[in-house]
């Protein structure tokens, strides 16, 4: 149902956020919210999941229905949602070690599966809420306390390996970049099956460095391809710091049929009887 | 054929047995069916070698004039299309000193480790007679002979093979002859000592599988969400289902692995729709984490754990009842949960069935544990009796503006606060795995946390179980209890027990979790010691009684580990030696 009187404001709520002061995570809760605001979509018909993280946090800081679950199991949770629930928009959010380690294999099927709901990964390169160790998104050479020499292991591409998995949309954004970021998000809700939006979310507590974020990146530096091949071929050649939509491709969404009753248990039971 | 000398028996035991392709499993298929509508009950399983495809296969059948729930320490008859392998059946067909071990002539001798027992032998030249049919084959005409020396009316076996292949008339005509050769060639054999009459029409029975039972039962609970990861045993539970959902307005999705499972159930179930997943051991290790989530976030939720074998991959193809640790004691941190055990095929249907209703009105996880015997044993069982009433889920009102803010964890009496279903106008609140307040916001502080611990204790702890938290039968100073598919083989034992003069009372409980003590301890008044009956290797049941329901009686155990089920002879010689000790 479409009600024009939302604004931003009524997708938050009065939980206060315990993210460190200048984390990029709030800019993608303003984002999300002038986005929802955008679509005019009633809070109660949208749900935000997640898992474990700072960012995995964002649920509860939206008027939104919100299921904050486990590390890394998050877009299983909105898969099971929204295959449940296709009258639902569903988002699901969290961190690059939510989503890429612990649940990388949940994102390369979310993929696979293009189930018509939104990814959006807040990308610090960092496990913040553990306080600072290497993501598989972390540069090679970045020191920690627990990888005092860098993991010495490249970094995984996101956007290419959703690209190779099937996802239907791909982009990214910028937190410093609300307005952007709130557009890009609409496509992504708006475009059917599964939209993976990359955001580079600083933490400035455990990777201060990031703040040069803002002059690093481009806008509208990526333009949508509708071939894989074409998309592919500008994601590895991308420094990650191009932001705009890559691809948006015209797979059908999974979207089994639900509800469509043809029978009832009893009627199951007849194939028993002798 | 417990007596030879009678002229008619009230069991037999039969097996089939041949090497891959040879069509056992068809002809077991055929025997159980025609045994069934014949009016008689039965129950199959079945054995296959270590190929993945193609190995050789046994068909294990017990006909009988009475429900049958396990099969009987001895076999009466043995007969198989060739030898090859078959000797790999060895112990799990021991014959009875009055068996008959059948054959193929052109085969040669049977295997020793079947005819050590004195088992009679007889040959037919079943390959030959099958070759004498143009589109014959062996197993048929072995199927005939069977059907005629237990003396299963003709008909029967005729429709039965008909029901099968009538859809490809160029294999039933064939098969029809050859059943026929089958059964002219039984005249040949020395006597056989035939069944009894059946008791009574086929009509209100069903012929069903336990985990078919189980799948319906979850339909009949209201269940219409299923998402699962591939694994034996619990494999055929959801191919039934996935249809079968379908057909009912539902929807099954195979997740990329059993962590997706559970999490996709949790999804659905937070969306309003009852939602299940069914596996084994080694997924429900793997969705031990979840399961905590589902309990924090009072999400409800069904795992179906068809156990196998463990640890590890252990024997995939066989029955234990290992998985109880687990299932009790697996999550971390103080996590009250259900976990139930269906005791037979037909009671996985109203068990888990129950499972749902519970999980639904207590909103929390519920474990059910059947396992590979229950779930791929094919049983003639007398129609299920209606199980518990269907899914009833305390649901939140809209609220308008101005309204109380909605409390979704809210400190009831009962522990049981409404759950706000996504759609619902005025009371989003976000569902937390994190320690939360009444309103779902996270907090580390120790007033909720202990106060959210006693919620969800309460609410499982006051809950009326009824009478179906455990399965009651006989009389007597002794007791066995048990659960699961030892209840089968111990139900028989001490049926014979009390034909001999020994009375010894059957506890078969069914909801494990939470312990119910009390009400244990009632059923075990004027009991002055009890022996525990469960099939792994360390005594979990033992344990769990011991730890949690501080019994007034002395407990023994009889346990053995899984890949042989107990049958009641070996059941009745432990009680008889426990009861003069
Ligand atoms: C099973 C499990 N393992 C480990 C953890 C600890 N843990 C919590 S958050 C986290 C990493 C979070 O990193 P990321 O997803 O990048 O989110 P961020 O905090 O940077 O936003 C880890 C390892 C956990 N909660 N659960
Ligand atoms: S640790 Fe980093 S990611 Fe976490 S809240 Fe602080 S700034 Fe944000």
């Known amino acids: 149902m479409i009600d024009m009187t939302l604004t931003p404001a009524h997708y938050k709520s009065d939980v206060k956020p315990v993210w460190c002061p200048g984390c990029g995570d709030f800019g993608v809760l303003n984002a999300l919210a002038k986005a929802l605001a955008k679509l005019a979509l009633r809070p109660e018909d949208v749900a935000v999941v997640s898992g474990i993280g700072c960012s995995s946090r964002i649920p509860a800081y939206t008027s939104a229905y919100g299921f904050h679950g486990v590390h890394g199991r998050a877009l299983a949770v909105g898969t099971g949602l929204k295959v449940a629930r296709p009258d639902l928009t569903v988002v699901v959010t969290g961190g690059d070690g939510d989503g890429y380690s612990i649940g990388g294999n949940h994102f390369l099927h979310a993929c696979r599966r293009n189930v018509d709901l939104t990814y959006i990964v807040m990308d610090n390169r960092v496990y913040g809420m553990t306080k600072g160790q290497p993501s598989p998104t972390t540069e090679a050479d970045w020191t920690s306390k627990l990888m005092p020499q860098g993991t010495g292991l490249g970094e995984i591409k996101p956007m290419a390996i959703a690209l190779a998995a099937g996802a239907n949309f791909i982009a990214r954004g910028f937190t410093g970049d609300p307005n952007g970021l709130a557009d890009l998000i609409v496509s992504a809700v708006e475009h059917p099956g599964f939209s993976f939006v990359e955001v580079l979310s600083p933490c400035v507590t455990f990777r201060p460095e990031q703040r040069e974020w803002k002059k690093m990146v481009r806008g509208h530096a990526l333009a949508p391809a509708a071939d894989s091949v074409e998309a592919a071929t500008r994601i590895f050649a991308d420094d990650g710091m191009n932001l705009g939509v890559l691809y948006a491709g015209t797979r059908r969404p999974f979207a089994p049929p639900i509800g469509r009753a043809q029978r009832t248990p009893t009627d199951l039971e007849r194939r028993f009887a002798l | ?581």
């Open chain 2, 1 to 581: 054929m417990t007596n030879p000398s009678n002229s008619a028996a009230t069991s037999v035991a039969i097996a089939l047995a041949g090497s891959g392709g040879a069509g056992i499993m068809t002809a077991g298929n055929m025997l159980l069916e025609a045994a069934a509508s014949a009016g008689y009950y039965a129950l199959m399983t079945r054995s296959s070698g270590p190929q993945i495809r193609g190995g050789e296969a046994a068909a294990m059948l017990r006909i009988a004039t009475h429900p049958v729930e396990c099969m009987p320490a001895g076999f009466d008859l043995l007969a198989a299309v060739d030898w090859e392998n078959v000797h790999r059946f060895g112990a799990e067909i021991p014959l009875g000193a009055g068996g008959l071990v059948l054959g193929d002539e052109a085969e040669g001798a049977p295997p020793a480790v079947f005819t050590a027992s004195g088992a009679a032998i007889a040959a037919l030249p079943l390959a030959a007679i099958a070759r004498g049919i143009p589109g014959g084959r062996p197993n048929m005409v072995l199927l005939g002979l069977v059907g005629a020396l237990l003396g299963l009316p003709e008909d029967a076996m005729h429709e039965a093979v008909s029901r099968t292949l009538g859809k490809r008339p160029a294999a039933l005509e064939p098969s029809l002859a050859a059943l026929a050769a089958g059964r002219s060639a039984a005249g040949s054999l020395q006597p056989f000592t035939p069944l009894a009459p059946p008791p009574g029409s086929a009509a209100g029975r069903w012929l069903i599988t336990g985990n078919e039972a189980a799948g319906l039962g979850a339909l009949q609970g209201g269940v219409r969400f299923v998402a699962a990861y591939p694994i034996t045993p619990a494999t055929e539970m959801l191919e039934w289902l996935s249809p079968s959902l379908e057909s009912v307005g539902g929807v099954l999705v195979q997740a990329e692995d059993e962590l997706a499972s559970i999490n996709m159930a949790i999804g659905a179930s937070y969306g309003g729709v009852p939602s299940l997943t069914a596996t084994s051991g080694p997924g429900l290790a793997l969705m031990l984490e979840s399961l905590g989530l589902a309990v924090a976030s009072e999400t409800p939720i069904v795992v179906v754990d068809i156990m196998r074998v463990g640890p590890s991959t252990g024997i995939p193809t066989k029955s234990e009842q290992g998985d109880l640790d687990i299932a009790l004691h697996g999550l971390h941190g103080d996590a009250p949960h259900l976990v139930l055990a269906p005791n037979g095929v037909g009671d996985a249907l109203a068990t888990t069935q129950w499972a749902v209703t519970l999980a639904e009105s207590l909103q929390c996880p519920a474990i059910v544990l059947s396992d590979q015997f229950l779930g791929q044993a094919r049983a003639v069982i007398d129609r299920p009796a209606a199980g518990a009433s269907p899914a009833a889920r305390d649901v939140a009102a809209a609220a308008a503006e101005g309204d109380a803010p909605y409390r979704r964890y809210a400190l009831t009496d009962s522990g049981i606060s409404p759950m706000a279903i996504p759609g619902t106008a005025g009371v989003t609140y976000t569902a937390d795995g994190l320690e939360h307040g009444e309103r779902g916001t996270p907090s580390s502080q120790f007033t909720d946390h202990a106060a959210q611990l006693d919620k969800r204790l309460r609410k499982l702890a006051d809950h009326d179980y009824g009478e179906r938290w455990a399965d009651l039968e006989g009389e007597g100073d002794l007791a066995v209890i048990t659960f699961g598919s030892c209840t089968g083989p111990l139900r028989e034992a001490l049926a014979l027990a009390y034909e001999r003069g020994l009375a010894v009372r059957l506890v078969s409980l069914r909801l494990l979790a939470p312990a119910q003590p009390a009400r244990l301890a009632a059923a075990l008044a004027g009991v002055r010691k009890a022996l525990v009956l469960e099939q792994n290797h360390s005594g979990q049941l033992l344990r769990h009684l011991k730890s949690s329901f501080d019994l007034p009686v002395p407990l023994a155990s009889l346990r053995k580990p899984g890949g042989q089920q107990f049958n009641a002879a070996e059941i009745l010689r432990h009680v008889v030696e426990w009861s003069a000790a």
